[in-house]
C-alpha cells in the first residue's frame, strides 16, 4: 500500500505550518517544510523566476523523503501558483504542470480566520480572504479531495481527526 500523503493549503499566515508539524506528531509521519522559506531567508529580495527555483526545490524535498511513514508537507504547489498569478500575473509552465502532477491523498485547505502573524517573508496580510477564494476555485476545478479548516486550534485539530479516520489508508498507520 501506498504511504500517505497529506499537504496544507491556503494563503498567508492561515495556519499552515502549525497544523502540519502537529499531525506529522499526531500520526508519527514525516512533516516536510516549506522549501520557499529556505529559500528566500537567503535572499533580500526575489522575481518570478525565483519561485520556479522554489518549486523545484519542494519537490526535490519530498523526493528525498523515503521514508515508509506518511508524508505531512506544510505547503504543496498551489501555494506557488496562486502566488505567482497574483504577484505577477502569470505562471511558469513547470510550476502549472507540478501543480497538476502533484499527488496528495487529501488537501486541507486552511482559513485565513485566524490572526495575521507578521513576519519578513508574508506580504498578503489585506488580501488573505481573496485568496482563499481562489484557492478553494482551483482546488474544485482540480477535482482534489479537500477539507475547508477553521476556527480556533482545537477545531481545526478535531476536523483533521474526523477526516482522517474516514480515510481508509489511514488504518494501516
Not at 7 to 31: D, Q
Not at 67 to 96: H, N
Request: charged share 30%.
Amino acid at each position: 500500500m501506498n504511504k500517505l500523503k497529506i499537504a496544507f493549503t491556503g494563503p498567508e499566515s492561515s495556519g499552515k505550518t502549525t497544523l502540519a508539524k502537529w499531525l506529522s506528531e499526531e500520526l508519527s509521519a514525516v512533516c516536510c517544510d516549506e522549501y520557499a522559506r529556505k529559500y528566500l531567508e537567503k535572499k533580500e529580495k526575489y522575481d518570478q523566476e525565483d519561485l520556479t527555483e522554489i518549486a523545484k526545490g519542494q519537490l526535490k524535498e519530498w523526493d528525498k523523503n523515503t521514508d515508509s511513514r506518511p508524508l505531512i508537507a506544510d505547503t504543496e504547489m498551489l501555494v506557488i501558483q496562486i502566488w505567482s498569478l497574483w504577484k505577477y500575473g502569470s505562471c511558469d509552465s513547470f510550476i502549472a504542470s507540478a501543480v497538476q502532477n502533484q499527488n496528495f491523498d487529501h488537501y486541507f485547505l486552511c482559513q485565513p480566520d485566524i490572526p495575521w502573524e507578521s513576519d519578513e517573508l508574508r506580504e498578503s496580510e489585506h488580501e488573505r480572504e481573496q485568496l482563499f477564494v481562489i484557492y478553494e476555485q482551483i482546488i474544485i476545478e482540480l477535482g482534489w479531495n479537500y477539507t475547508i479548516v477553521c476556527g480556533d486550534l482545537n477545531t481545526r485539530k478535531t476536523k483533521i481527526r474526523n477526516v482522517l479516520n474516514n480515510i481508509s489508508s489511514i488504518a494501516n498507520h
